[in-house]
């Protein structure tokens, strides 16, 4: 069975940074996609970055890109998220995804291409 934890989230000021990780339960020998999404109150859930399983490929929002970085360690099944110079718009609940498949795909920003979901972290970032 196939688990996705997320951990790292807290409240920030403008301007700070944080790590968020996420840890992945899954059969042995299994090769998976990866990606992040986010949603505000009151708002969809958006894509926010994806990395492919090498970690060759990786995708990013226009709004978070220069500012994210999505990485991961497959010998610890952890994916991170490197979000600096943060602002109270990137304040919502961040949420990992897992794809079943090895490579992103060219639909990586839609939330129906990933088939688990963690309970997702809060993030505050405050003016």
């Known amino acids: 069975q196939t688990h996705v934890v997320e951990s790292g989230g807290g409240l920030m000021q403008a301007g700070g940074s944080l790590r968020l990780s996420c840890s992945a339960s899954t059969r042995t020998r299994d090769t998976y996609a990866m990606g992040w999404f986010r949603q505000a109150p009151g708002k969809e859930r958006e894509f926010v970055a994806a990395?492919?399983?090498?970690?060759?490929?990786?995708y990013y929002s226009d709004s978070v890109k220069g500012r994210f970085t999505v990485s991961r360690d497959n010998a610890k099944n952890t994916m991170y998220l490197q979000m600096n110079n943060l602002n109270p718009e990137d304040t919502a609940v961040y949420y990992c995804?897992?794809?079943?498949?090895?490579?992103?795909?060219?639909?990586?920003?839609?939330?129906?291409?990933?088939?688990?979901w963690g309970q997702g972290t809060q993030v505050s970032v405050s003016s």
């Open positions: 990395i492919s399983w090498s970690g060759a490929n990786t």
């Open positions: 995804a897992l794809k079943g498949t090895a490579g992103t795909g060219a639909n990586y920003y839609k939330p129906t291409e990933y088939s688990y």
